[in-house]
């Protein structure tokens, strides 16, 4: 940048760039970052948990006494378009991470928090990947300034500085510096110093420079982004930056070298990526100065700042998009990129962001781990064992979908209750956390049928991370136990209101009870160690062979209990189990693990039924409006006679 034409340096620093500034040369087909899976469990143990619990809003249906009803949310009016290139786009997010959680109309239209859109980018990231298509997700800028969440520090704190750690873990391919990361100067340092390092190049400010001491004294200029990509990130002329920002307008970046060099050759397409209006603002200047070189190559720009909803095309090649404002909008933009024969097409679309858009599916009704028995039509274990696992994995294992099958789990594997409403990404990891592949072995029925009798014989041990979340389990659950089992005071207040559920604590201290609200305890009911569910026809005969399906968290138990069997066995098992099997005889059942079961069977509700399903069947719906309530389930219980 020609600092002469910007007036003269302030004393003492040298300029650098805030982020990257000429953007990232691609060469080849695709070369920026593919979408980072392993965000998955390291954000969701701890942003997205932490944000999206704050945030969890009820959707519809009977809610707590406090919490009126949320008005009913508009599902999406038809699917999404994709092509050979997809983009997720937003804009002017503003601190707005928990989404709008009023109930007044439109609010909840935006009601999704930034879990819910990160759960929403992961499973397009899937379904991207299922279809080999390019899927981009990309921010215009302005994270904070209008939110307490992003704002709301003593004098001394940096704005954005702790929500930028959030961001920082969304699965971005690439963002560009917006006007309210300028106007403050040590909210741009930090911006610099802490938030575009973690972006390795691809937080773009093509055209703002921030003022810095370099360790030698000079004074350098140094884009505060980053470099070498066909995408661009560029800032409107903006004025009223910070004392020792500056920023370049758009007519002096295009005659810049750097940025010559950086269009000289020809990507599959231009990414210009900046916090302007895509109408009635200075993109046609960068657009002329790369159509100058490039008069064919698709230019895909996505901009911001006007808080708007908008879209242009400046000519049949290109499109550019502007998703709103306050975490109400998630853009999505496509297109089939040119090739033989084939010219190009182009689709948009404003998604409202709320959890119609980032969601499984609807739980009609609670479910409970442990605070009903098992089993019960409201009982966590048996939706997982009598309806999840029947149905998801004969469908993840089509080969072998028509063979008879005893399905086995332990009722550890399963750590929280299901509640009724939104039923998303965080929550498969609430509810099913342990990442456990499904084996078989195939047995002879007169063995396979006895095996969860015997697993329950050997008594099953606790599934935790580690000895310590074994020994909390156990004390939590006595605790818990002594309370429903030694209860005996009043189920109602002194006004004669019933109790509300919660702890009734006993403790060793003096100064009568220590809670400061008073409850009655919450019912706590023990499950067997082991639960399976069986599909074999009554005819079957003990040398039917059978699918013997398990977690391989207990392989070993279940060797242990075969070989006994077969040892203890009243008849000639030797046709069909001519030897004790091992656990190298283990055969992998489909390519689920048991933290997804209930997310895929949630989508597989949810694509297979036009309506909410009853209470009684299969768990997760479509929509909370019981006039739309159908009298039978949608889904057929894969393997059931």
Request: glycine residues 8%.
């Amino acid at each position: 940048m020609d600092m002469e034409k910007r007036g003269p340096l302030p004393e003492v620093e040298s300029q650098i760039p805030v982020g990257k500034p000429e953007g990232v040369k691609v060469f080849g087909r695709f070369s920026l970052p593919k979408h980072h899976v392993w965000m998955c469990r390291g954000f969701a143990a701890a942003a997205l948990v932490y944000w999206y619990i704050l945030s969890r809003a009820p959707t519809c249906g009977p809610q707590a006494a406090l919490s009126p009803p949320i008005p009913l949310i508009a599902p999406p009016s038809r699917p999404l378009e994709w092509g050979d290139v997809n983009f997720i786009h937003t804009t002017d997010t503003h601190g707005w991470l928990l989404g709008h959680q009023k109930v007044s109309e439109p609010e909840p239209n935006a009601s999704g928090t930034l879990g819910d859109l990160y759960s929403f980018i992961h499973h397009m990231k899937e379904l991207a990947a299922a279809r080999g298509a390019d899927l981009l997700v990309v921010d215009s800028g302005d994270m904070h300034d209008g939110n307490g969440l992003s704002d709301g520090f003593p004098e001394g704190g940096v704005d954005g500085h702790e929500t930028n750690k959030i961001f920082a873990r969304m699965p971005y391919d690439a963002l560009a510096i917006g006007n309210h990361e300028l106007y403050k100067y040590p909210i741009t340092l930090d911006v610099y110093k802490n938030f575009a390092p973690k972006w390795k190049g691809r937080y773009l400010t093509s055209n703002v420079n921030i003022t810095m001491v370099s360790p030698s004294g000079q004074v350098t200029n140094v884009p505060v982004g980053g470099r070498k990509v066909t995408a661009l990130g560029v800032l409107f002329n903006f004025v009223n930056y910070a004392r020792n920002t500056t920023v370049q307008e758009p007519e002096l970046l295009v005659a810049e070298k750097w940025f010559q060099d950086v269009i000289e050759e020809e990507p599959d397409f231009f990414l210009l990526l900046g916090h302007m209006a895509v109408y009635e603002d200075n993109w046609p200047v960068v657009f002329a100065a790369i159509r100058e070189r490039h008069p064919q190559t698709p230019i895909f720009i996505f901009g911001g700042h006007t808080h708007i909803r908008d879209c242009v095309m400046l000519d049949d090649r290109s499109m550019a998009l502007e998703s709103g404002r306050y975490m109400e909008t998630v853009g999505w933009m496509s297109a089939t990129l040119p090739s033989k024969g084939r010219d190009m097409k182009f689709s948009r679309r404003y998604l409202d962001n709320n959890r119609v858009t980032s969601i499984f599916g609807v739980v009609p009704q609670d479910y409970y781990l442990d605070r009903v028995p098992y089993p019960s039509e409201n009982s966590v274990v048996s939706l997982f064992i009598e309806k999840v696992l029947p149905a998801v994995l004969p469908a993840s294992n089509p080969e072998r979908a028509g063979i008879p099958s005893i399905i086995l789990a332990n009722a550890g594997s399963q750590r929280f209750d299901v509640f009724k409403g939104p039923f998303t990404r965080n929550d498969e990891f609430i509810v099913s956390p342990f990442k456990n592949s499904f084996l078989y072995f195939n047995l002879p029925y007169g063995i396979a049928k006895h095996v969860l009798r015997r697993l329950n014989e050997f008594g099953a041990y606790s599934q935790s991370v580690t000895d310590d979340d074994a020994f909390v389990a156990s004390r939590y659950n006595a605790w818990r136990k002594r309370q429903y089992e030694s209860f005996s005071g009043s189920l109602v207040d002194t006004e004669g209101k019933p109790l509300t559920l919660g702890y009734v604590t006993t403790d060793q201290c003096p100064g009568g009870p220590g809670d400061d609200t008073p409850h009655r305890p919450i019912p706590i009911f023990d499950a067997p160690g082991y639960v399976g569910h069986s599909n074999v026809i009554p005819s079957a005969t003990k040398q039917t062979m059978v699918d013997v399906i398990f977690l391989n968290f207990f392989l070993a138990d279940i060797v242990k209990a075969a070989n006994e069997l077969r040892a203890e066995a009243h008849w000639d098992v030797s046709s069909w189990m001519p030897r004790n099997i091992t656990v190298e005889d283990a055969a992998v059942y489909g390519d689920l693990e048991s933290n997804q079961v209930f997310g895929k069977y949630a989508s597989a509700v949810r694509r297979n039924a036009s309506a909410t399903l009853t209470r009684g069947n299969p768990l997760l719906a479509t929509s909370c409006d019981p006039r739309t309530r159908p009298t039978k389930p949608k889904i057929a219980q894969a393997g059931t006679q």
